[in-house]
């Protein structure tokens, strides 16, 4: 096993992307799942139409990865990842384009809250849908992987140590101490949909991946608990 930890605070690396569009939807599949995955990513999909009370019906389930990218002025950004935890969430996505005193604050917070219970603030460093050529036209005209490196590295300046990177750079990001949340997760690269930069679970966790995401593969799956369980056991066959 690699040296990172893969699952504190998750109860094991699968992490569930609940990307669906209702709240019963949502409910049922984590019912059906609260007994296999190790947690339920939630992003705005669901968050707006239910709102906080919705993520804490999803918490008594499983830990609670709220992926809501949060990217503004750092005080903004503390109100918000401080609103998530009190909704019962786990693990919380802001952006590393946010800047070094936004990164710093939420060191800060971070700290204080972790010291309550388990708790994360991950950096987005790159998405996993982006590659070169789809780029903002105001960045600079680099790799990928060098992109994602230079704003690792920002982070880690920071005082943060968690970070949401596509599977392609994990292999740039080995022993740094880092928690590496990775989505873009495929047992057949055929299924990519919108994402670019897709890897296999054994692949990724072999490549360092500390807790994988993992949605339409499951939620389109024919039997979902099953192809849940298959995700289960390529992390546990890595380990």
Known sequence: MNKNNRSTPMR??????????????????????????????????????????????IAQRGPIFLDNKHFDIPSTMEAAVRASFDAGASLVTIHALSGSEALKRMATVEKELNAIRPFKILAVTILTSWDEKS??????????????VDLVEL??????????CSPHELNLLQNRGLYLVTPGIRFSMQDSGDQKRIMGPKEALHAGASALVVGRPILEAKNIKETATDFVMAVYEEK
């Not at 569009?21 to 939630?42: E, M, P, S, Y």
């Not at 780029?135 to 994602?148: D, E, G, L, Y």
């Not at 982070?155 to 949401?164: F, N, R, T, Y």
């Open 12 to 57: 094991n690396p699968l992490i569930l992307a609940l990307d669906v569009d209702t709240r019963d939807q949502a409910l049922k599949i984590a019912d059906d799942l609260a007994d296999v995955v190790g947690g339920f990513k939630l992003g705005p999909r669901l968050c707006l139409r239910y709102g906080m009370d919705f993520v804490k019906e």
């Open 135 to 148: 780029f903002p036209i105001n960045m600079k005209a680099q790799p990928v992987s060098q992109h994602v």
């Open 155 to 164: 982070v880690q300046s920071s005082g943060l140590s968690s970070i949401v």
